[in-house]
C-alpha cells in the first residue's frame, strides 16, 4: 500500500529532536523554528514531559469518558490558573479543527442561530464547519459549502458594525484568531476584538476565540486574544497544548452551560493525553516560558528589522512573519538546505517563526546571522560583477 499523497515533503528524515534542534538520519543537525507548524511549545522531549507520559504509560493509557479521569480535573485546574480564566469549562477533544468544530456547535445549540461571521485569511481546521469557516476555497469540497458563513474582511469594523446591523439576530457566532497564522501573521486589532465582544454582548452572539495557533503563550500572553482586555466565550485550543502529543481542547465561559450528551468524544482527554498537556502547563509555569517568547520574540523582531531587504516585519512573543521580494523567494528553501534551519511559510512570500516558547537568545542569534548569510549569497549571486 502507499501513502495517499497530500503533503508535499521535504527530502529529509528526522529521526530524533532535543529542545529547538532536529537530527536527520543522516545525523545532520536542524535548528527548528517551525516547530512542526506551532506544535513545540516547550521544546522537543522535554524530559519533564517524557517522564509525565512514561509513568502514566505504566499506569494506564486510556480509557473512554464513562468513568471518572481525575487527570482532566487537574488538567483544568492548572489551564485555569496558567490561563487566568478560572471560572470557564474545559471540554477535550484531539486536534484544531475538532475544537473549533465543537465551538462553533456550542455556540449554535446556546442560541438556537445558524450564521457564523469568520474572517478573510482567516483558518480554522479541516473538519465541516471548521473548513466552512476557512476562507480558501480549494480546501472546502462541495459537500462542506453552506450559506449559514458570512465572511468579512479581516480588522475591518465598519464592516462587522454593518452586517449586525443588518443581521444582528440571526448571528450564532464570531470566530477569529487572535493572530492570524496560515494567513500570514496578521494581528487582529484590539479594538476590533474589543468591537467583537460589545457587538456579541449586544446581539446575543457567541465570541470564539480561535487560539489554536496563537494561543498557549505563543503571543508572550497566554491567549493572544486577552491582549485586547476582553474576554472571549470560548477559546479554542491544541497545537502547543500537548507539545505534539495529539490534544484539542475549549474552555467555555460560565454563562454557557453544559448538556449532557451535547458534546462528545472517545478519545478526548484520554489519561496520556492529560499527562502530556499537564506536563506542558507545569513547564510552561515553571520555565516562565512566556516572558521567554517576550524576551527572544522582541530581539527576532528588532535584529530582522535591521535587515533592509525584509519587509513588514511583524507578529508578537514567538509568532513572527515577515515579508521577503520577490528576488529572495528562495529564502526559505535555502535556510533549509544551506543553513540547516527550519522555517514556515505563508503564500505567497511570507516566512514565519513558530519556535519552541524555549527558544534561546543564542539560537535566535545563530538564526539571524544564518539569514544575513544567506541573503548576502542570494543577492551577490543575482548582482552582476563590474
Ligand atoms: C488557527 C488554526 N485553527 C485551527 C487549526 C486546525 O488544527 P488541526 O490541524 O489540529 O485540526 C489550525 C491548524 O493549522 C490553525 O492554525
Redesign the pocket.
Known amino acids: 500500500m502507499n501513502l495517499f499523497d497530500v503533503y508535499p515533503i521535504n527530502e529529509i528524515t528526522i529521526v530524533k529532536a532535543k529542545g529547538s534542534y532536529v537530527w536527520d538520519d543522516k545525523g545532520e543537525q536542524y535548528l527548528d523554528l517551525y516547530g512542526g ?2 506544535v513545540i511549545s516547550i521544546g522537543h522531549t522535554h524530559p519533564h514531559w517524557v517522564k509525565r507520559i512514561e509513568e502514566q504509560l505504566n499506569k494506564i493509557a486510556f480509557y473512554s469518558n464513562s468513568i471518572k479521569i481525575p487527570l482532566q480535573q487537574q488538567l483544568a485546574e492548572k489551564l485555569g490558573k496558567v490561563s487566568g480564566k478560572e471560572d470557564y469549562q474545559l471540554f477535550l477533544c484531539n ?4 475544537a ?1 468544530e465543537n465551538a462553533l456547535k456550542l455556540a449554535s445549540f446556546f442560541n438556537g442561530r445558524k450564521k457564523i461571521i469568520a474572517f478573510s485569511k482567516g ?4 473538519t465541516s464547519l ?1 473548513v466552512a469557516t476557512t476562507d480558501n476555497k480549494n480546501i472546502i469540497a462541495p459537500v462542506n459549502e453552506t450559506d449559514n458563513i458570512i465572511f468579512l474582511p479581516f480588522n475591518d469594523e465598519a464592516a462587522l458594525i454593518d452586517c449586525f446591523n443588518n443581521n444582528g439576530n440571526e448571528i450564532s457566532s464570531v470566530i477569529i ?1 487572535g493572530i492570524q ?2 494567513g500570514g501573521i496578521n494581528i487582529a486589532e484590539d479594538s476590533f476584538l474589543q468591537k467583537i465582544r460589545s457587538l456579541c454582548d449586544e446581539y446575543g452572539a457567541i465570541y470564539i476565540a ?1 487560539s ?3 494561543g498557549y503563550g505563543r503571543s508572550g500572553k497566554f491567549f493572544s486574544h486577552d491582549f485586547a482586555g476582553v474576554n472571549a466565550d470560548i477559546y ?1 485550543m ?2 502547543g497544548m500537548g507539545n505534539g502529543f495529539p490534544i ?1 481542547g475549549i474552555i467555555v465561559s460560565p454563562k454557557i452551560k453544559a448538556k449532557h450528551f451535547q458534546l462528545g468524544t472517545t478519545f478526548g482527554g484520554n489519561h496520556l493525553a492529560c499527562a502530556a498537556a499537564l506536563a506542558v502547563l507545569e513547564t510552561i509555569e515553571e520555565e516562565k516560558l512566556m516572558g521567554n517568547a517576550v524576551m527572544v520574540g522582541k530581539y527576532l523582531r528588532n535584529e530582522l528589522e535591521a535587515i533592509p531587504e525584509l519587509n513588514n516585519i511583524r507578529g508578537r512573543g514567538l509568532m513572527i512573519g515577515f515579508d521577503v521580494p520577490g528576488e529572495l523567494k528562495d529564502l526559505k528553501k535555502n535556510l533549509l538546505w544551506n543553513q540547516k534551519i527550519f522555517t514556515g511559510e505563508a503564500k505567497p512570500n511570507v516566512i514565519r517563526l513558530l519556535p519552541s516558547l524555549a527558544l534561546k537568545k543564542r539560537d535566535a542569534e545563530q538564526f539571524i546571522d544564518a539569514i544575513k548569510e544567506e541573503i548576502e549569497i542570494m543577492i551577490s549571486s543575482t548582482t552582476p560583477a563590474n
Open positions: 507548524h506551532a486536534s484544531g479543527a475538532e473549533n483558518f480554522h481546521g479541516r471548521a484568531e497564522g496560515v480561535d489554536v495557533q496563537c479554542t491544541a497545537k484539542g
